[in-house]
Nanobody
Framework: VQLQASGGGLVQPGGSLRLSCAAS????????MGWYRQAPGMQREFVAA???????NYADSVKGRFAISRDNTKNTLYLQMNNLKPDDTAVYYC??????????WGEGTLVTVSS
């Protein structure tokens, strides 16, 4: 498995979660990495991205609430999600930015925000 996301779960509105993604070294070192999500019945959408040097970019819907980071020594990507809202409910995936077909998407990790 080249990209494995984990850390999802059920959380109440206003709560926090931290997602992790283990990536193979050849992917992590070559590409800008990011998080995407897909809500039920919706298309997959971009959430956040980070360059190897630490530059970040976020979707407007998560700015100020989510923080993306990476540990280049561990080939691991993170997404700290705070002040979660029901609209954040989705399956979250890590992937290159832009996405590359040859990498596949993996199973993702489900985040459910509900009281």
């Amino acid at each position: 498995v080249q990209l494995q996301a984990s850390g999802g779960g059920l959380v109440q509105p206003g709560g926090s979660l931290r997602l992790s993604c283990a990536a193979s070294r050849n992917i992590f070192s070559r590409y800008i990495m990011g998080w995407y999500r897909q809500a039920p019945g919706m298309q997959r959408e971009f959430v956040a991205a980070i360059t190897s040097g630490g530059g970040t970019n976020y979707a407007d819907s998560v700015k100020g609430r989510f923080a993306i980071s990476r540990d280049n020594t561990k080939n691991t990507l993170y997404l700290q999600m705070n002040n979660l809202k029901p609209d954040d409910t989705a399956v979250y995936y890590c992937h290159s930015v832009p996405p590359r077909v040859e990498l596949g998407w993996g199973e993702g990790t489900l985040v459910t925000v509900s009281s």
